[in-house]
């Protein structure tokens, strides 16, 4: 049952106040302070247990509160029992009625919450058709796909009308064909409903990509970084986020700071030049390439790495190469599909400019140097 529509207060749609939370002397969830503002899409990613859906769970009012405070448009909702906090959810598993069809499944909520009829249908044929689902209602869920199955379980939520969707790895159970095409859906919904505030929580960061307006990365149940899906790919704040958002992850190489601001000294001797400030010599540092901003050194510039291919995986349009370095250890460069050097060849990869990242002793990203 949604709670009837509270006056919206100034501030933020949902505000988590140093949230804690444990079971038993296990700590999972280690003082959360996060704002989401109303008709964002924010996306918490990270490892199986990081403390995600947990998280999720408390906002949702289907696990208590350890300490600290939810709020939820303007009201502290710490204390308050899920179908009173104007929520709906999604889970991974449809939880669809067998026996009743979509239509009735759409409106099971309406009628326990004694919507008038005409109301009901308005709501129900609203969803319907804002998924593509108009033209089985009358349908039982047996016969339907499982794409179909979870758009009409996102259906069911949409008819509520909350303030606030709350969606549990809902494309997890789907093959990759449906999940492409269900996450299509999903942001064509955020499109459609502006004004609502969604919170998706998935281990996929390919999902958080491409359908978050920011991105909560947590790690341990505590946040390593917050911010839009480009600052996150182009500045993570440190190893564990260079290395979670992108795919194939960021290559890293073990390196030691030079004695010129912003040089790099790798396994070999080979100094690499970069826009980071590194600070004095000596330090243990890495450097952080992406697979994508390599390519085959054509002469024009000097080679950054160099060594013999390992493996060669042809996906099409891209050529994933395997390389083990002449310094030590692999990296994967992300070539044209065109490219296709053979196993045991030399190859010589130079990086594009300004794409190197460095990280210090502390795993945490060195700034740019100021000139």
């Not at 901003?293 to 060594?307: E, M, N, R, Y």
Request: one cysteine or more; glycine letters at 10%.
């Amino acid at each position: 049952m949604t709670a009837p529509p509270t006056p919206q207060m100034p501030g933020p749609m949902i505000d988590l106040r140093a949230v804690r939370k444990s079971f038993g002397a296990l700590d999972v969830v280690h003082g959360i302070d996060l704002a989401i503002n109303k008709g964002e899409f924010v996306v918490f990613v990270g490892p199986s247990g990081c403390g995600k859906s947990t998280l999720l769970r408390m906002i949702a009012g289907l696990e208590d509160v350890s300490d600290g405070e939810i709020w939820i448009g303007g009201r502290d909702v710490t204390d308050l029992d899920p179908s009173r906090r104007g929520i709906a959810m999604v889970f991974q598993s449809y939880a669809l009625y067998p026996h009743m069809s979509v239509k009735d499944n759409l409106g099971f909520g309406l009628k326990l919450a004694r919507t008038p009829a005409d109301e009901r249908d308005t709501r129900i044929n609203r969803a319907a058709r804002m998924l593509q689902i108009d033209g089985l209602l009358d349908r039982l869920p047996r016969a339907l796909s499982g794409g179909q199955r979870q758009r009409v379980a996102i259906g069911r939520a949409i008819t509520r009308d909350p303030l606030l969707f709350l969606f549990d790895e809902p494309l997890s159970n789907l093959d990759a064909a449906l999940r492409v095409a269900t996450r299509v859906e999903i942001a064509r919904l955020h499109e459609s409903l502006p004004d609502t505030t969604m919170i998706y929580v998935t281990h996929d960061q390919t999902e958080a990509m491409t359908l978050a307006d920011r991105i909560v990365v947590l790690r341990s149940g505590r946040i390593e970084q917050i911010g839009a899906p480009m600052d996150l790919y182009e500045r993570p704040a440190n190893l564990f986020v260079a290395g979670f958002i992108g795919s194939p992850a960021m290559n890293i190489l073990p390196a030691r700071t030079g004695p010129e601001q912003g040089s790099l000294v790798l396994a070999d001797g080979t100094t690499v030049i970069t826009d980071a400030a590194t600070g004095g010599p000596g330090q243990d540092a890495s450097l952080g390439i992406r697979p994508e901003d390599f390519h085959v050194a054509d002469g024009t510039v000097p080679p950054l790495l160099s060594g013999r291919v390992e493996l060669v995986e042809r996906l099409g349009e891209v050529t994933l190469v395997h390389v083990g370095l002449d310094v030590g250890g692999t990296v994967i460069a992300k070539l044209p599909g065109t490219v296709a050097p053979g196993r045991g060849e030399r190859l010589a990869l130079a990086a594009r400019p300004g794409k190197l990242h460095v990280f210090g002793s502390d795993q945490r990203a060195l700034p740019p140097a100021r000139r």
